[in-house]
């Protein structure tokens, strides 16, 4: 630094703006994990469901233990999503919003479809939603940990 004016040369200056960069980023990729498990938990929850919602249709029993089945894990995510968010805030992000949307969008068509087309169950379909919204939400959380 320079003893006269207290400020730091420029190269001193350039060091430090890559330091405080540095640190910056590796705070922001350490609050990415808990966006990433949201988006595992999504997956997960939305797959069971699909996968549920054809045994429910096509066996005509079982819908109050997938209801709480599902409202159990979703419960338990929703209690510690808020808990994330608070502790990490520089992990949501409007990626965040935008992969959340999209993922929910996808899940409502696939519940409206696989209800108004497929009242008694087709295993392939709701095989292939659980597949689909499994892969959205995991590459939600891949895009929240990439970034």
Partial sequence: MDEATASPTPAEAQELLAKAQSIGATSINAAAWPVAMVFTSLAIL??????????VSHTG???PILAAAVGIWAAVTACVWPMFQTSTKAGYTRRFLTSLLAYFALY????????????????LFYAGAAVVLAGV??????RELRA
């Fill in 61 to 63: 029993y079982g819908a």
């Fill in 46 to 55: 939305g797959s069971m469901l699909m996968i549920g919602m054809h045994i």
């Fill in 137 to 142: 939400g995991l590459a939600g959380a891949f």
């Fill in 108 to 123: 409502g068509a696939a519940l409206a479809v696989g209800v108004s087309l497929f009242r008694d169950g087709n295993l």
